[in-house]
Every structure is written in structure tokens, then in C-alpha cells.
């Protein structure tokens, strides 16, 4: 069964500022994983396989590729760590990218947050506002996801448009 997403994705120099605006906020702080994201050539869409100590999920999403707030449709499948899915994947389909990363997770009720450190391409916040049962609502997720880029004060010149895998495919081409 899949949800509605809203989200971002920012350059972020200032992730000390995002974590204590977070904290005193209240977020819940899930700790920080450090993931390997392996994404899989596909017909449409994106299909990653999330590796990681805290989160492990096969993920299928549908995303335009522009900056500020955007809907994904997204299916998350939740898996085992190191289960054969990957090479099963692997050899189905072919690799396209793998994304290495430390991500700290928080929430605050529907709202996930991401600070993320990706090798070769920096430091990144996150904001994913989440309708996973259909009763937040479409205008709901795109008002948190504003709201929450004014808190941080996001430079709208940070706003990415792209996945990291993307954004490494085009760095290694």
C-alpha cells in the first residue's frame, strides 16, 4: 500500500542550528543510521533498496524532479538486514547508483527530518511531511513542509531538485 510524501531536500550549512531548532521543538530523535541506498534500474520511477542499522526497506517512489516542496508517491517494503533482496535486485535489474550516508532522523508527528552527510556531495536537511492513511491531506503536507523551510530558514537557492543518486550519476558522468 503506498502514501503521499511531501518533501524537500536542502543544502544545509547550518545543521547544528536545524538540530537545535529540532530539539527544542520537541522532535523525537531516532538516532543516526548510516545507510547504503542502492537503486535499481527501472522503467519508471525509482527503486532503491535502504540498507542501514535503524532503517531497512525496499522503496518504490514516483517523484518530479523540481525544487521547494514535492509530491512523491511512495511503497515501502520492509525488510531484513543483509537479505538476499539486494542481490535478487541485483541481478533482476542492474545497479544504477549506490548512496552512502549518515542520516540523523527525527519526527514530529507526521513530519520526518533528515540531516544528512553524503561523501562527495555534502551536507543536506531533509523535511518529509508523510499522509500515510490519507487523512492529513494534500494541502496539509505542502503548509508543513512551508512551514518548516521559513523555521530553518532554508535559502530557496539551496533547494535541491534531485535524488543523491542523481545527483552522484551526474557527478561520475
Known sequence: MGHLNVEIKARCGTQDAVRDILKSAGADFRGTDYQTDTYFRTSRGRLKLREGR???CLVFYEREDRKGPKESRVILFPTEARSP???ILEKA???LVRVEKEREIYYIRNVKFHLDRVPKLGDFVEIE???TDGTVGREKLHEQCRRWL???KIDPADLIDRSYADMLSAENA
Request: with cysteine.
Open 93 to 95: 535489474c542492474g545497479v
Open 129 to 131: 511531511a508523510i499522509d
Open 54 to 56: 535503524i532503517e531497512n
Open 85 to 87: 533482496v539486494r542481490e
Open 150 to 152: 521559513e523555521i530553518f
